[in-house]
């Protein structure tokens, strides 16, 4: 398995020096990248006292299987902390890995502390990082948590229902289609410019899974519309944000 931003780490060479947090992520889930300024602040924050940020990177969607998509993802989105990349999901499986994001946390020992799949919960992962280095250096003095990135951050916050992530071909149906769309493995194709692919939602935001015809892969912010403007645009998915409640 390759790694970036470091040349190898090994857990069993972390214990008793270092702290890890190990997170199972994808550049093209927007759940990650919401949970992306909360890992990197960590880093930030908590590496000279001993914690070491893992992010396996576990591809969703065919394109996230090539290692230089993903390198220029992670340069792309200034990511410092060691990055493993994770093609065949087979260090998810080893894990027994449920979801993106997937949060684990190792004490000193090598002892899991605390687990969390999805976003949010990042007060408490705080100061599950803080116990931690607290018990690898009594003197650590850990600073207040972060503030929310965003209001639907806040604990206890509530949130609006929202429709659920639309995944290609399987959910075609969900889709109003114009002209013609061939399926893929994990996709739909556009056969010409002009194809256009329609759904209404109800969440914070849309972001359509775009790759081929010249586009980078990755996430797209749409608003219940994706056009293909050249023939062999794919379109793998449409996932959506969570808004909190109006009540």
């Not at 190898?8 to 992306?36: H, K, Q, Y």
């Not at 930030?44 to 993802?73: K, M, N, Q």
């Not at 992962?125 to 803080?130: D, L, N, P, S, T």
Request: net charge negative.
């Amino acid at each position: 398995m390759d790694w970036l931003n470091v040349a190898f780490l090994r857990m069993d060479r972390l214990i008793g020096r270092n702290v890890a947090l190990v997170e199972f992520w994808d550049f093209a889930r927007v759940n990650s990248l919401r949970t992306l300024p909360y890992l990197k602040a960590w880093h930030e924050r908590y590496h000279g006292a001993g914690l070491r940020v893992i992010g396996v990177h576990c591809p969703g969607y065919s394109f996230g299987r090539d290692s230089d998509t993903v390198a220029a993802a992670v340069e792309r989105l200034q990511i410092e902390h060691a990055v493993l990349l994770d093609p065949e999901l087979a260090v998810w499986r080893l894990y027994g890995n449920r979801g993106w994001p997937g949060r684990y946390l190792f004490d000193r020992r090598g002892v899991l502390r605390y687990v969390h799949y999805g976003e949010g919960d990042y007060v408490d992962c705080e100061a599950a990082i803080g116990e931690v280095l607290s018990e690898l250096d009594p003197g650590f003095q850990a600073p207040p948590p972060l503030e929310p990135a965003r209001p639907e951050d806040a604990p206890g916050v509530l949130l609006e229902p929202q429709t659920a992530d639309i995944a290609l071909p399987a959910d075609a149906d969900r889709l109003q289609l114009v002209r013609d769309w061939l399926p893929g493995e994990d996709y739909l194709e556009a056969e010409d410019a002009g194809a256009a692919a329609e759904f209404s939602f109800s969440a914070g935001a849309a972001y359509a899974v775009l790759s081929g015809a010249n586009r980078e892969p990755g996430l797209y912010e749409v608003e219940g519309r994706v056009v293909a403007d050249d023939p062999g645009l794919r379109l793998h998915g449409v996932q959506f944000t969570p808004a909190p409640s109006r009540a």
